[in-house]
């Protein structure tokens, strides 16, 4: 069962590269969401897509882009990586909004910019 | 969405109860307690979640207070691949309101 897959696992960059990060989800979820896990602290979201065709801001935006591509893919945009995006980057998926939604979560990918 | 307080760390012995603590004291009445977890390295890991009835799954009980401002995350015969970051969260569901992971509790199950 793969769940949401993310690629690459690992990334290093160096400031002012731009990549994408990519994530599919393979169980016809309508919801689809971008964290950030920056060392021992908790995760903040940063964009996240309610169903197909829609992305919305979240509690970290700025210097990110998204792009939900169909129902299953749901990617990540660093046009200028900074040494502050340096993080851990998590994707996950629900099946539905509301109060009874559970998030499936990717494995991560770390990003390292140097 | 409520405040959140949980202890920073706890330790559990192999096959004993964990008993995890959740403080929630400004929680209002259409406010949900979910609890994740997050093994090391690895996405955070949904464990169950409730409004105001006790609730059991196959991984875990959840006990919230009658007065809703505590609730208590149970995993009734702890194994060593339990040890992880736990997360309390408290939220209303609205469509513009997501799930917030604050710092949780270290959870180190020992042999």
């Known amino acids: 069962n793969a769940g949401v897959t993310q690629t690459p696992k690992f990334q290093v960059l160096k400031t002012g590269q731009s990549m994408t990060l990519q994530c599919a989800q393979d169980?016809?979820?309508?919801?689809m969401y971008w964290y950030r896990q920056d060392p021992g602290m908790g995760l903040r979201l940063i964009y996240y897509?309610?169903?197909?065709?829609?992305?919305d801001k979240g509690e970290v935006p700025n210097g990110y882009n998204v792009s939900r591509l169909n129902k299953r893919e749901f990617s990540l945009r660093l046009e200028s990586a900074a040494p502050s995006q340096t993080s851990v980057y998590f994707c996950?998926?629900?099946?539905?909004?509301?109060?009874?939604?559970?998030?499936?979560f990717g494995s991560g990918t770390q990003l390292s910019v140097l | 969405d409520a405040k959140t307080t949980q202890p920073t760390s706890m330790d559990c012995a192999e096959g004993r109860a964990a008993n995890l603590p959740c403080n929630h004291s400004?929680?209002?009445?259409?406010?949900?307690v979910y609890w994740y977890r997050q093994i090391h390295s690895q996405g955070p890991q949904y464990i169950i979640h409730?409004?105001?009835n006790n609730e059991t799954n196959e991984m875990a009980s959840l006990i919230i207070t009658e007065d809703r401002k505590s609730s208590t995350l149970i995993l009734p015969h702890a194994t060593l691949r339990d040890t992880a970051v736990y997360y309390c969260?408290?939220?209303?569901?609205?469509?513009?309101?997501?799930?917030?992971f604050g710092g949780g509790t270290r959870l180190m199950v020992k042999p």
């Open positions: 996950a998926s629900s099946a539905d909004r509301g109060p009874n939604e559970k998030l499936f």
């Open positions: 969260i408290v939220r209303v569901y609205n469509a513009g309101n997501m799930l917030t």
């Open positions: 169980m016809n979820h309508n919801s």
């Open positions: 409730g409004l105001k």
């Open positions: 897509s309610a169903s197909e065709g829609t992305t």
């Open positions: 400004t929680i209002s009445g259409n406010e949900y």
